[in-house]
């Protein structure tokens, strides 16, 4: 591959919440790529700094040091990574109580411009493609868990992003529906082509993706246990 696939790439990023003495780093000098095509698993107990990476990855947080670039991505106004090229599956329930799962699955479009007939078309074929369809009119509150977790895939699969990045998306399920979650996960990722890094504290997750890389105490392990290498 060349530097034109490379998605996301850190170099020696560190982030650092608080100042002084009470002054928490969360991640420590990662040096990592993420490759057009790639299935990551980034595996660790909590507190290990996985969510904090994601989202350097992601463009939601600024490096306290180090640089975080996206060079196959492009940038957009401040150095920031344009919308929608990165889709984001949060932790935890991350949908619009008042919305109904179309309207949440059509939201980000609707926001980044997208005509609202538009945005729900895309949002109902995504829905559709995940085969929860049925659920498009349910609110959020009508949902299971790992119902809610599939509308939040739907919404990002109807950018179709070129990364997605999960975080801890089967934290809160049971092993039966963490399973359906992370088939439902491939396969949108697989669907759109785009690349795919996951967050998860369980190796049984991180197992199922193509490469594993392990985070402890703020660090990026390689393989073989020492810091650095890409995830």
């Known amino acids: 591959m060349t530097s034109a696939d490379v998605l996301v790439e850190c170099h020696d990023a560190a982030r650092t919440f608080g100042r002084g003495p009470a002054a928490v780093v969360a991640v420590h000098g990662a040096t990592c790529q993420v490759r057009a095509g790639d299935r990551i698993g980034v595996v660790g107990p909590s507190g290990s700094g996985k969510s904090t990476l994601l989202h350097l990855l992601a ?29 984001v599956v949060f932790q935890g329930p991350s949908l619009i109580p008042a919305l109904d799962v179309v309207e949440n699955t059509a ?67 049971d092993r039966a529906t963490a399973r359906h979650v992370i088939d439902v996960l491939l396969s949108a990722v697989d669907v759109i082509g785009a690349a795919l890094v996951v967050t998860t504290h369980d190796r049984a997750v991180a197992d199922r993706l193509a490469v594993r890389r392990e985070m402890h105490e703020g660090r990026l392990l390689d393989p073989h246990g020492t810091q650095g290498a890409r995830p």
């Open 59 to 87: 463009g939601l947080e600024r490096p306290s040091g180090g640089r975080v670039s996206w060079p196959a991505l492009g940038t957009g106004t401040g150095g920031s990574v344009p919308p929608h090229r990165i889709g």
């Open 107 to 173: 939201l980000p479009l609707v926001l980044a411009g997208v005509r609202e007939g538009e945005a729900q078309r895309r949002a109902r074929r995504a829905l559709q493609e995940l085969g929860i369809a049925d659920l498009a009119l349910r609110l959020p509150e009508e949902l299971s868990g790992g119902q809610a977790q599939r509308v939040a895939v739907a919404r990002v699969l109807a950018q179709a992003p070129r990364l997605v990045l999960a975080d801890e998306p089967t934290g809160q399920l």
